[in-house]
Structure formats: C-alpha cells, structure tokens
Nanobody, 114 residues
C-alpha cells in the first residue's frame, strides 16, 4: 500500500511564496517519477512539474521561472517551491508518484489573493 502525504498549502498574497512537500510511504521502491499536478473547479487536472528518477525536470509553461521542483526519489520525497505566485495559481495541488502505476495524494489547497 502506497500513501502520499502533502503539506504546505495555504493562503498567500500575489507575489508571495509557498513551499509544498510530499512524502511517500509504503512499497515505494523503483520510483519512476514524482511531481505535482493542480486542478481548479470545472477543469481537468494539469501538470505543474515532474522530476524523474534520473533528476530530469519538466515544468508547465505557466510556471517556468517561478516554480522549482526538487526531491529524492529514492526516499520518496518531493518538494515544490513556488515563488512570484499569481491569482491564477490558485488550485488544489496534488502530489503524484509513478511506480508501475500512478498514485495521488489527497490534495492541498493553494489560494493566491490579488
């Protein structure tokens, strides 16, 4: 059984920063990738950032230059440093883990006020 526990969401003013954390527990050997997705009401969940087991990162165009993903796939931890936040970044952020299948965290709310 694999579980993902997220933390670090909250309310911040535009231009501010937040750091999201995610820790995986359970049978997490052979992690292929970890990352973050986000979702707003009525929209599909979208990729924010991914980091592969080899350290290769991938970002959505909308967050490049503002967000930084880091982590240790061997330990099952992933972080998302979010700077220069904008109101359009408001969403529920989900931790993502790819083993032989995908696993999702419960989500953490990020709200950016203008």
């Amino acid at each position: 059984q694999v579980q993902l526990v997220e933390s670090g969401g909250g309310l911040v003013q535009a231009g501010g920063s937040l750091r999201l954390s995610c820790a995986a527990s359970g049978s997490t050997f052979s992690i292929n990738a970890m990352g973050w997705y986000r979702q707003t009401p009525g929209k599909q969940r979208e990729l924010v950032a991914l980091i592969s087991s080899s350290g290769i990162t991938n970002y959505a165009d909308s967050v490049k230059g503002r967000f930084t993903i880091s982590g240790d796939n061997a330990k099952g931890t992933v972080y998302l440093q979010m700077n220069s936040l904008k109101p359009e970044d408001t969403a529920v952020y989900y931790c993502y883990l790819l083993l032989w299948r995908a696993y999702w965290g419960q989500g953490t709310q990020v709200t950016v006020s203008s």
